[in-house]
């Protein structure tokens, strides 16, 4: 029985190659440094497979950016703000590509389906050229092979490379890009002629676009791209591996009855449905069946028990020598070594793997399955897992009966919002256009130094609590000065918005080096959430108070909503997302009562990631969308009507979902719209009724550019051509904390002069 690996971690168990790219874009090594780490890298990967036993190993999944971006430079799709020239690639047109240089801006990055990857999207049309430009596929074969590892090549799909790009600058955005697929094959076709001559026996196409909702036409495009490849992939086995979902039905048959094709890979962990589709559609004969049954998106020990029981039932449906054990997709996405994880205790690192356990995992599997199961391997796996359900650490039983109570029920305030608006108006006595910001105000250096010594305990608490008060007191005469209406604190205490929160609750673990790529060096390291989720103690209440206490204008309670903080962690595999979402939004609930308790009169619950949890298929919108609003109301159902209640959004892109926005109830929004006002306020323009208060952010803090008072006077002036006077607010689009006080302060500066002269002119 054989094991495989979809995709392995680039960055190294450390973030080795963050470091060694930073030093190189930096100037501070050179690029043999830069490549001797990646070499170094990929072959102590390639080794650990191999001594792993692991049959099927990837090569050309490293990268030293993206894997999509990667496959521009082999198709030598270069934009041509690039000045590119043809020949190979190198790295500086590469990385000018991917981050920009001083004269060009960077290719734009998205979303990698749902996961927080991110990937540079390709920019073609019908003037591209394509040639082959980077031989990194074969030249990673090569180099495992001369290690005296046989692996499989990695490429991403023709097709889904080209339902994952856009039309070029200057191309109809109707341009078909589909139509691109003949004009990319020819070299495809190179690549795989050098990769055959080279000694390869299989390759690997991932092609995850099939779990997305596909029109015929897009399916159509897949026949005829692996028709079309035909006879190049004679003489090689052929995987399409697909992920992060099942694969609908009409994809499916589509995708098992192509020719050239000879296995399929399935994610059997978010394609719950797989199975009962292969029963019912059935296996073409002789195929292979690459079963995803360990989880490449979570950090939990796989189930083994579980996982067998799995596979058998699917050996019966396949033939014995066709199963073939994987993970469901690449462990990128998944942190990369438990090994180095000194901090967690003993029981809780029993329950987890990472990327190189499940490696072993796979194995274990593959092996078990051909009649060699390592008894003491799965009987320790056993007793983790039972350990895992049985601990009091785990389970609490109130938590489980309250969010239990929640299920099916509904929060909402009794009162409508306008109503509320005006309550709280008679409170706040607010300018029209009020002024605010979104949270955070810039982390100096400084700032950091002081949480770090804290958290080292090198300085007392007394020391901290009087360094962050005098942050705290800073930022609020800035404001004051600056003549904001409802002021923030800052957030000097957080280095992370979910962190925070989640240093404070009970159920979570944090780990020292579960780092996962989030887009080229840069890495983020999720929270675990393990057991049922309570919050012991006020988390914010002590800040608020006295950031409320050196004022007489209203501060804001700032905390981040229940769907940011489930989405931006690791997430128990043990009990469905909404549930723990439903948890976390008794704890945020109790936060919010406390503030009110407390005096903060107006509370700002962030969601900026509820966008992100969207599921990939439509249907399964609704549901998603559903709890998720229900949780955020939770948060703040009981508070009084005078109790001003915001929310804010970091994406402008929000106009399929706005009804759900709408249905959170908040009493003002705030939202990112840095990019492009038309998007947003097009959904009003079409007649969407907005009652309650609305700050679309009136300019970019992504950038360093100073916004002059006229531009922003210019931006608001368009929101009141949609807008209500009454409902609308002027702020940035997100929080300053990775601005500098010499680009905040003009800035704000001409933001409140903006308000002011537009107050002037209403
Ligand atoms: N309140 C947070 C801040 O200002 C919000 C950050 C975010 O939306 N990503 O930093
Ligand atoms: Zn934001």
Redesign the pocket.
């Known amino acids: 029985m054989a094991s495989h690996i979809v995709g392995y971690p680039r960055m190294g168990p450390k973030r080795e190659l963050k470091f060694a790219l930073e030093s190189f874009w930096d100037g501070k090594s050179s690029a043999e440094d830069l490549e001797k780490v990646a070499t170094d890298l990929r072959a102590s990967i390639w080794k650990q497979m191999a001594d792993a036993g692991i049959k099927y190993i990837p090569s050309n999944t490293f990268s030293y950016y993206d894997q999509v971006l990667d496959t521009t430079a082999t198709l030598g799709a270069v934009p041509e703000r690039y000045s590119w020239t043809g020949g190979e690639i190198g790295l500086s047109t590469y990385f000018s590509m991917a981050r920009g240089n001083a004269t060009v801006p960077a290719m734009e990055m998205t979303k990698w389906f749902d996961t927080n990857y991110h990937f540079i999207v390709p920019e073609l049309g019908p003037n591209t050229k394509f040639s082959y430009s980077s031989h990194k596929a074969v030249n990673e074969y090569k180099e495992a092979k001369a290690l005296g590892v046989d692996t499989v090549p990695v490429l991403v799909g023709p097709v889904s490379y080209l339902l994952l790009s856009k039309p070029a600058k200057g191309v109809e955005k109707s341009f078909p890009l589909l139509s691109l697929l003949s004009s990319i094959l020819p070299v495809y076709k190179e690549v795989i002629a050098e990769l055959k001559a080279a000694g390869a026996t299989w390759i690997q196409f991932d092609e995850p676009t099939l779990v997305l909702d596909l029109d015929s036409h897009q399916l159509a495009a897949f026949s005829a791209a692996y028709t079309e490849l035909e006879s190049a992939l004679s003489g090689l086995n052929v995987l399409v591996e697909t992920y992060f979902a099942d694969i609908p039905s009409e994809s499916y048959k589509t995708l098992t009855s192509l020719n050239s094709v000879t296995a399929y890979g399935f994610d059997l962990i978010r394609g719950t449905k797989t199975l009962d589709l292969v029963k019912s559609a059935g296996f073409p004969s002789g195929k292979y069946f690459f079963a995803g049954v360990v989880d490449g998106r979570n950090i939990w020990a796989d189930d083994l028990a579980a996982s067998l029981s799995t596979l058998e039932a699917l050996e019966a449906l396949v033939g014995k020598d066709k199963l073939v054990v994987s993970t469901s997709c690449s462990l990128m996405h998944t942190a990369v070594d438990l090994v180095n994880e000194t901090k967690l205790d003993a029981e809780i690192k029993s329950w987890l793997a990472f990327a190189a356990q499940k490696v072993v995992e796979v194995n274990a599997l593959a092996k078990a399955l051909a009649g060699q199961k390592d008894e003491a391997y799965f009987a320790a796996n056993a007793a983790a897992q039972a350990s895992r359900r049985s601990s009091p650490r785990v389970t609490n039983e109130e938590v489980q009966k309250a969010a239990a109570a929640l299920k099916g029920s509904d929060h909402r305030r009794a009162t409508n919002v306008s109503a509320r608006l005006d309550a709280q108006q008679k409170k706040l006595n607010l300018p029209v256009l009020p002024t605010t ?4 105000f810039p982390q100096t250096v400084e700032l950091r130094r002081v949480r770090r010594e804290y958290k080292a305990k090198k300085i007392s608490e007394e020391e901290y609590i009087s360094a962050i008060k005098e942050e705290i007191s800073k930022v609020v005469k800035i404001q004051e000065e600056l003549d904001i209406d409802v002021l ?1 604190h800052g ?1 000097p205490e957080r280095n992370d ?1 979910v962190e925070y929160f989640g240093e404070q609750l009970s159920g979570f673990a944090f780990t020292a080096n579960g780092w996962v790529q989030s887009y080229g060096s840069r890495c983020v390291k999720p929270p675990i959430i393990y057991g049922d989720v309570s919050r012991p103690n006020p988390m914010t209440v002590f800040w608020s108070k006295t950031a409320q206490s050196m004022t007489s204008r209203p501060m804001k309670g ?1 905390l ?1 909503g229940p769907v940011t903080i489930l989405n931006w962690s690791f997430v128990r595999n043990d009990q469905p997302r909404f549930e723990t979402c439903y948890q976390i939004a008794l704890a945020i609930k109790k936060e919010v009562e406390d503030l009110e308790a407390g005096g903060i009169q107006v509370i ?1 619950i ?1 969601e ?1 990631a509820l966008r992100e949890g969207l599921p990939l298929r439509k249907a399964e919108h609704a549901f998603y969308l559903d709890w998720a609003v229900h949780s955020f109301r939770i948060t703040n159902s009981g508070v009084q009507d005078t109790t001003q209640i915001h929310t ?3 994406y402008s892109n929000f106009n399929d979902i706005i009804h759900s926005i709408i249905n959170m109830d908040a009493d003002v929004i705030t939202i ?1 719209n840095s990019r492009s006002d038309e998007k947003l306020l097009s959904v009003f323009r079409e007649g969407v009724k907005y009652g309650a208060g609305i700050g679309p952010g009136v300019y970019d803090i992504h950038s360093p550019r100073i916004p002059s008072t006229e531009e922003i006077a210019d931006r608001i002036n368009k929101m009141l051509a949609v807008l209500d006077t009454n409902i609308l607010w002027v702020n940035p689009d ?4 990775t601005r500098k006080y010499g680009e905040v302060k003009p800035a704000l500066t001409n933001m409140v002069s903006a308000a002011k002269l537009i107050r002037t002119q209403l």
């Open positions: 910001t979104i949270g955070s923030v957030e918005m700032m981040t700002q962030d900026a804010h959004m970091c990112e997100c929080g300053l904390k």
